[in-house]
């Protein structure tokens, strides 16, 4: 197989990217993720939030705008998702979700922690606060 220089040129600027940028998705939004999804986005961000939940949940419900006004302020940070329960299967028997809300929060693609339910949004920020400046 042969590479030319226009192609290695673009592997080279992807890569750079990636190292310039260790959560490309930190980006103010709260991204929908599925079970195919999932991994990947963990694995790419330095700083992961994953908020496991469902439509018909009123704890979800609760949650829901106070994740969005966090991914905001920590738009430069980390990188904040949803996952839908009960429209991915997999992905909630993989990180044996009980309940709903469940948070769980990765840096560099392992877990940190995990609550589940509906939490005030400055217990919140104290764990992504505690989670950013863990030394690794």
Known sequence: MTVNDNELNKIKEKMMS???NPNP???GEVKVLTSDTLQEFISKNKYAIVD?????CPPCKIMDPITREIAET???KAA???INTDQNNAAAAQYQIRYIPTF??????KIVTNFSGARKKKDF?????????EKS
């Open 18 to 20: 990636e190292m310039m």
């Open 125 to 133: 920020i104290e764990l992504i606060e505690k989670l950013i400046k």
């Open 104 to 109: 769980y929060l990765f840096k560099e693609g």
């Open 52 to 56: 496991f939940y469902a439509t018909w």
């Open 74 to 76: 920590y738009k430069d």
């Open 25 to 27: 998705d930190a980006n």
């Open 80 to 82: 904040f998702a949803k």
